[in-house]
């Protein structure tokens, strides 16, 4: 059964760092697209970064560039999310979701669209603020 668990989410004040874990469980890692999503109160999910299958295709969402940085480590079954300057707005709960990579091409690309993902973590609460 496909799993993924966050963690490393908490409490920090704005401008700290924060590193944040997606492990996955039952599948093979290396065969899927991961992406970072985010929900705050009262706002709709939003995509965060993503990593192809193959890692060598990252994205990112404007608000992060350059703060944020996605990578995999597929012999541990993780992959990780380094959020440094954090800033209030960035306060939300995290989810990592999987993306079934079925084709060459596929392994190269990923995307930060919610309905491309049909694996989805239990999320991990971040909270910015002094």
């Known amino acids: 059964q496909l799993q993924l668990v966050e963690s490393g989410g908490g409490l920090v004040q704005p401008g700290g760092s924060l590193r944040l874990s997606c492990a996955a469980s039952?599948?093979?890692?290396?065969?899927?697209?991961i992406g970072w999503f985010r929900q705050a109160p009262g706002k709709e999910r939003e995509g965060v970064s993503c990593i192809s299958a193959a890692g060598g295709t990252t994205n990112y969402a404007d608000s992060v560039k350059g703060r944020f940085t996605i990578s995999r480590d597929n012999a541990k079954s993780t992959v990780y999310l380094q959020m440094n300057s954090l800033e209030p707005e960035d306060t939300a709960v995290y989810y990592c979701?999987?993306?079934?990579?079925?084709?060459?091409?596929?392994?190269?690309?990923?995307?930060?669209?919610?309905?491309?993902?049909?694996?989805w973590g239990q999320g991990t609460q971040v909270t910015v603020s002094s």
């Open positions: 039952g599948f093979t890692l290396g065969n899927y697209a």
């Open positions: 979701a999987a993306k079934a990579a079925a084709s060459i091409w596929r392994r190269g690309v990923c995307y930060l669209i919610v309905d491309e993902y049909n694996n």
